[in-house]
């Protein structure tokens, strides 16, 4: 039976200015977590969140994480997290978000106080923090309180999870997550993520993939300390010279990845997956649009969205220890360190990536024939997830998105990463649905970050309706 | 006839606390160029020399050369410039050094107060500016003094020009001589100038030889902004990626430049040149010892001179606009800058090489088949510089070694280059010789700074002898 969801709906609409008072208050405050200074504030907005949950009724905890990891002075923010509703008869549902924001100042070049939420004539609400990720944290809230004041019954348990340092790393959620799988999260039938965004700016999605992050260092050195390019040049070895040989093997213009056996660990693409990518809402021009120019690789969506979600890509970010300054220096330098990283895709294992990394390197490094040291460094990894949207977490969501947006949701995978889903994955067992509430013009990192006043509303709506539905879905793979 | 030193060069010896006083002077004098705020110290420096140069009963005259090009409220130091002797029947020697230095703090490693004249057990005086150049420029002063007070009279006349901008970029200073060759120079028979260094640290040498640099960009730029390497990598076209396979194509690890024609510039190498690297005082540990490392490129002393003195290198120094810093980020570059140069020599002219590199990048970038765009610039060049060693300037000079030093001077060149040398030597039509004073283990331009007590005091009684010989030796090639 279908859930009868007019009243809730009826009871947002008419809650709108309220809600969007809410998320005024929140962006308001100054939460950046990358700024020492600021971290007071980071804290407040923690505990705004605990007293509206408390004010919801909802049983609050404000759990610490200790110090920060090399500023001993520093606390950690502290994680909130809340429990709405304790029937036995209900699934459990954990979501999570963050409540840090990415720093903001005036003078990058913001046309509106940034922390100040500015609405304009076509309803784009800015503010940091608008979009990423206070609005989807408050639109749980917003959801409780429609409820409450529609007199419908809430359909599920609702267990949340909000962290105050996702902008800077989530320094200390793995291991709290991990902790309290068995503890606060017990219960969870399944975990909702809402922090990220629509592919284009018309139709939602849902995202069930997202690849992982290999990065690397190649430490090339010889001469004891930077030369003179007059006096040294053509009598020395340079390391400038077999890093950018090194570099230059790995891939070519066209993305290929160079280092042989790499592109075997990739899961062989199937006739129906190829399916899949024809009917997503994105056109050329939305990656022309994103990218600034018109310098893609493919020049077809297919392959476009399949290079960005199921291929890997091998980037090359920079060189650390050279001349990297405006103008002219005559350096050569005595140590230099490149750096790149490599997306993943199933089933790319972390270990079988790396030796193969080493060995091309090594190898190509070995021939050049120079007597300089190479040493080729794993600075850190985060292994690629993908969930099954078959699951009824999915199902759920999508009938949802129908009911809400009169469309069926893309199935969409995303090229970066968001660590913490795999870690939810991995601790509770349970199926994760990433259900993205902003569109992919809000520019969340960017100066001008927004969200759409109708996707908040509309949102509110959404995350309301995905708990009716995954509290009614069979418990199986459809 | 030999000229009759031993008054002059006792009356030296004499003097010598008197001299290093002078030098611990000018060094507690914070002349650093490059530093806005230190302009006044460079200016109270300049008017130290005047002041010392009248008092000895030189005409002098401190030229201004008007604003700081780009820094217009900043005025450049002026050139001192001084006549001492007007006798027509004397020969004019045109001498050249500059009283400003590198900057120097404390906390760059200095084992001594940088500003602070300070002489250690082994006569080692640390200072900045002992040995570049303050010390060499005093040398020309104290031989004036030196020989008033034995009584000897002065073999020549003598100008002198001393600049406070040399170590960043002589500004101004290529204008001034062009301008002042015909009137306050008009009289030089030859220019001398000290301010480089001996090949080791035992036997005195003679510059006869620079090589010339020009110095290139590449630019490879193609979104219209940074990108993320999760959401982009694989799907665009990286600038990155391009600028290194193009780098990686100018040069490889053993030096040899890849640019086609570039080596055909080059004068041939004849056996009596070759002949002259023998006997040149200077080992493959020298080379190791100021490396710091045994990644040389030759395994013996001749090619490893020919490769630093009389054949072009390729360095590249770094890439402006990728990741530099330390840590990781995962970012695509928009727009890379690569910066590399060539230091070139006989017969390599400027226009001939710009051409060569131009085509080469132009070719090998558009062989990648990038839609990106790459712009490949000329920074800055200068030319190399040789002169005639069997000029009566240089047999002057050497035989003024032989005298102080008791030994033949090698004859050298340098990898580096002194680009007032070919302006001098273009601008007054005359023979320029490079004679040095301090030794190759003095840090110019580094921590601890240092001139050798025994290389000033025979410096200065080897600047006074080459004054007498060059007085004395026939005015034609020998």
Redesign the interface.
């Known amino acids: 039976m279908a859930p009868q969801l007019d009243a809730y709906f009826n009871q947002v609409d008419s809650m709108a200015e309220s809600f969007i008072d809410r998320l005024a208050k929140a962006v308001a405050i100054p939460s950046v977590s990358a700024d020492d200074d600021k971290r007071g504030e980071v804290v407040r907005m923690g505990k705004f969140l605990e007293s509206e949950l408390k004010a919801l009724g909802a049983h609050v905890e404000a759990r610490p994480l200790g110090k920060q990891p090399g500023k001993e002075h520093l606390d950690l923010p502290p994680v909130i997290v809340a429990r709405y509703g304790e029937d036995k008869n209900k699934r459990t549902i954990l979501v999570y978000g963050h409540y840090d924001v990415q720093p903001a100042l005036m003078e990058d070049g913001w046309a509106t106080e940034p922390f100040k939420l500015t609405v304009d004539d076509k309803g784009r609400m800015y503010g940091r923090g608008s979009t990423d990720d206070k609005g989807p944290v408050l639109g749980w809230l917003n959801a409780i309180e429609a409820h409450q004041k529609a007199g419908v019954d809430f359909p599920v348990n609702l267990l949340m999870c909000f962290e105050g340092m996702e902008e800077y790393g989530s320094e200390g959620l793995d291991d709290f997550i991990n902790a309290e799988a068995k503890k606060f999260f017990k219960d969870a039938d399944a975990v909702c993520i809402s922090d990220n965004y629509w592919l284009g700016t018309e139709k939602p999605c849902l995202t069930y993939g997202l690849?992982g992050?290999n990065?690397y260092s190649i430490e090339i050195s010889?001469?004891?300390?930077d030369?003179?390019?007059?006096?040294?040049?053509?009598?020395?070895?340079?390391p400038?010279?077999?890093l950018?040989?090194v570099?230059?093997s790995l891939?070519?213009?066209?993305?290929r990845i160079q280092i042989p056996g790499l592109m075997d660990l990739v899961a062989p693409l199937t006739d129906e997956e190829k399916e899949l990518y024809k009917g997503i809402a994105f056109t050329m021009d939305n990656?022309y649009e994103?990218?600034?120019?018109?310098?893609?690789?493919?020049d077809d969506k297919e392959r476009?969205l399949m290079?960005?979600w199921r291929?890997?890509?091998?980037?090359?970010?920079?060189?650390?220890g050279?001349?990297?300054?405006?103008?002219?220096?005559?350096?050569?330098?005595?140590k230099v360190i490149g750096?790149f990283?490599i997306?993943t895709v199933p089933n790319m294992e972390i270990a079988d990536v790396n030796k193969l990394v080493f060995d091309y390197v090594n190898k190509t490094f070995a021939a050049?024939?120079?007597?300089?040291t190479c040493k080729v460094i794993e600075?850190?990894s985060g292994k690629w997830w993908v969930a099954s949207p078959k699951h009824w977490n999915f199902t759920a969501a999508a009938k949802a998105v129908e009911k809400v947006w009169k469309v069926q949701p893309d199935l969409t995978r995303?090229?970066?990463?968001i660590p913490v889903t795999l870690t939810f994955e991995q601790a509770t067992g349970k199926n994760v649905l990433l259900l993205p509430m902003g569109s992919s013009t809000d520019a969340a990192h960017s100066i001008n970050e927004k969200l759409d006043r109708r996707n908040y509303i509309e949102g509110i709506k959404l995350l309301g309706a995905y708990l009716h539905y995954v509290a009614e879905e069979p418990m199986k793979e459809s």
């Open positions: 690849r992050c990065y010889g001469p004891g300390q030369l003179h390019s007059g006096v040294f040049g053509g009598t020395a070895q340079e400038m010279t077999d950018v040989r570099m230059g891939v070519d213009t066209h993305g990656l994103s990218l600034g120019s018109q310098t893609g690789i493919y476009t290079a960005r291929f890997p890509s091998l980037s090359l970010h920079g060189i650390e050279a001349f990297s300054a405006p103008g002219a220096k005559t350096v050569i330098p005595a750096k990283s997306r050049l024939g120079s007597k300089n600075q850190h995303e090229g970066g990463s």
